[in-house]
T-cell receptor, first 114, second 113 residues
Framework: NAGVTQTPKFQVLKTGQSMTLQCAQDMNHEYMSWYRQDPGMGLRLIHYSVGAGITDQGEVPNGYNVSRSTTEDFPLRLLSAAPSQTSVYFCASSYYRGPADTIYFGEGSWLTVV | KNQVEQSPQSLIILEGKNCTLQCNYTVSPFSNLRWYKQDTGRGPVSLTIMTFSENTKSNGRYTATLDADTKQSSLHITASQLSDSASYIC????????????FGAGTRLFVKA
């Protein structure tokens, strides 16, 4: 079972470059989200989606774009990378039936912006 | 302000010993509380989920407790193993239209032989 798959695992970008972090899930989950994890802090929500064609901003959306053209895929785009975006990024998915639905996380993408 | 505070920040124990991790929250209105285990270099994996009416939930050697009145939760690990070395993250969701989820910074547990 693949679960939530993220690519790439590691990436180094130069300031000002753009890139896309890919996320795919094979569990037919309606809800997908992107988080960033920084040292000493809890995961913070960047963007989320409750279904194909529907996206919304989370806690820290600036500098990131998302789209949800299919149920399976939820890519995160960095428009013009900045050193402050150096972080570990996690994609997550779940059903959207209620608050107790288990959230499944991908393995993470380590991004360094120099 | 919705917050989740975990203590201790890090903990070192000997293999076979028990330990308890703490989580205090100010998230309101409370919906549910989850504990996750995150191995180094991996994504978080769910251990337990508790709603308002539940005050204890077990998953093998992991037992989570919840006191919704004092807004405190604990995760007790029994007979620790080397593979328990990981970060343990407390996550609290608030019922606010959708479901707002607040992550604690985690407790880093080191189990030594």
């Amino acid at each position: 079972n693949a679960g939530v798959t993220q690519t790439p695992k590691f990436q180094v970008l130069k300031t000002g470059q753009s890139m896309t972090l890919q996320c795919a899930q094979d569990m037919n989950h309606e809800y997908m989200s992107w988080y960033r994890q920084d040292p000493g802090m809890g995961l913070r929500l960047i963007h989320y989606s409750v279904g194909a064609g529907i996206t919304d901003q989370g806690e820290v959306p600036n500098g990131y774009n998302v789209s949800r053209s299919t149920t399976e895929d939820f890519p995160l785009r960095l428009l013009s990378a900045a050193p402050s975006q150096t972080s570990v990024y996690f994609c997550a998915s779940s059903y959207y039936r209620g608050p107790a639905d288990t959230i499944y996380f991908g393995e993470g993408s380590w991004l360094t912006v120099v | 302000k919705n917050q989740v505070e975990q203590s201790p920040q890090s903990l070192i124990i000997l293999e076979g010993k028990n330990c308890t991790l703490q989580c205090n929250y100010t998230v309101s209105p409370f919906s549910n509380l989850r504990w996750y285990k995150q191995d180094t270099g991996r994504g978080p994996v769910s251990l337990t989920i508790m709603t308002f009416s539940e005050n204890t939930k077990s998953n093998g050697r992991y037992t989570a407790t919840l006191d919704a009145d004092t807004k405190q939760s604990s995760l007790h690990i029994t007979a620790s193993q080397l593979s328990d070395s990981a970060s343990y993250i407390c996550v609290v969701s608030a019922r606010t239209g959708g479901f707002k989820t607040i992550f604690g910074a985690g407790t880093r547990l080191f189990v030594k032989a």
